[in-house]
């Protein structure tokens, strides 16, 4: 135990060499920058962009179309990964699928962040289904007017970057998502896998990294635009090289 402590005393202290050798500075900025509303998501996306994911997405596809229907309860997928994976993406990609888009009545999509605030959800959900602002301001009025739209629907419900993993939160939300079909779904995406907790234990789809070649794909695509450089060896394998050191983040590809 007591060599135990002594390692990890002398990890901690590396850890905090770094904090002064990279001038690291103390606070909470950033981390409300990532989750402030600056990076608002739509279910808009381009797929001619996104590289690679092809198996990602049929695997998903494929479960929202069948099954649903085993399910007594509403079906909820997570998709979920550190920042900058391509979560969203992915999400993006099952949402716009044709099959989907025929299958579902409604498609619905939320951008979410760290305020699982359940009035201003539920109002989101029914301005993106009735495609004008809401003016309802209590919680029963709102959830008894998107019973009115959802009933009788299947409708597929996506709910971008959860943070909160709020049971009690996430039962008043869901009260009138269970009055459409049965075959209903929310898909979720988070960089937390304890949001299965919350919605208790429903299918969490690790997203695994780009692999080395659609890596490079998305760099080149970046870094070259269309067909320029093709084919100069040399600045292939020093693009490879730097790609290797993003760990198929594609934010981390993009970036760089
Ligand atoms: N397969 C891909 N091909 C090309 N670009 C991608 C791919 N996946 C993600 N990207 C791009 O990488 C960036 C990060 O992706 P995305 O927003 O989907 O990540 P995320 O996992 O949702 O991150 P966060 O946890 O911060 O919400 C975006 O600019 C997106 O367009
Ligand atoms: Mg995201």
Redesign the pocket.
């Known amino acids: 135990m007591g060599l135990k402590l002594k390692t990890a005393r002398e990890k901690l202290g590396v850890i905090a060499g770094e904090k002064s050798k990279f001038h690291l500075t103390q606070g909470v900025g950033e981390v409300t920058t990532?989750r402030n509303e600056n990076?608002q998501?739509s279910s808009l996306?381009n797929e001619s962009?996104?590289?690679?994911?092809v198996y990602e997405k049929e695997k998903l596809v494929s479960m929202l179309l069948c099954d649903a229907s085993h399910h007594d309860d509403l079906s909820v997928y997570a998709i979920c990964?550190?920042?900058?994976?391509?979560?969203?993406?992915?999400?993006?990609l099952v949402y716009n699928d044709e099959n989907v888009a025929k299958a579902f009545d409604l498609r619905v999509w939320v951008y979410v962040s760290d305020d699982l605030n359940i009035k201003r959800l539920t109002q989101a959900i029914l301005e993106s289904i009735e495609g004008n602002s809401c003016n309802i301001q209590e919680l029963d009025p709102l959830q008894q007017r998107l019973v009115e739209k959802l009933v009788r629907k299947r409708f597929l419900l996506a709910l971008?970057?959860v943070w909160n993993e709020c049971p009690d939160k996430w039962d008043v939300l869901k009260q009138p998502l269970w009055r459409g079909k049965r075959e209903s779904t929310v898909v979720i995406?988070t960089?937390a896998e304890k949001i299965t907790l919350m919605t208790a234990g429903d299918i969490l789809h690790r997203?695994r990294c780009?692999s080395n070649d659609?890596s490079w794909s998305?760099f080149k695509q970046k870094a070259f635009g269309r067909g320029i450089n093709e084919g100069n060896v040399i600045l292939e394998i020093i693009g490879r090289e730097i790609v290797r050191r993003c760990g198929g983040v594609?934010?981390a590809?993009?970036a760089l």
Not at 49 to 53: I, P
Not at 82 to 92: D, E
């Open positions: 990532l990076r998501t996306v962009e996104v590289l690679g994911r990964g550190m920042g900058g994976l391509g979560k969203t993406t992915l999400s993006q971008d970057n995406t960089r997203l780009l659609d998305l594609s934010l590809i993009k």
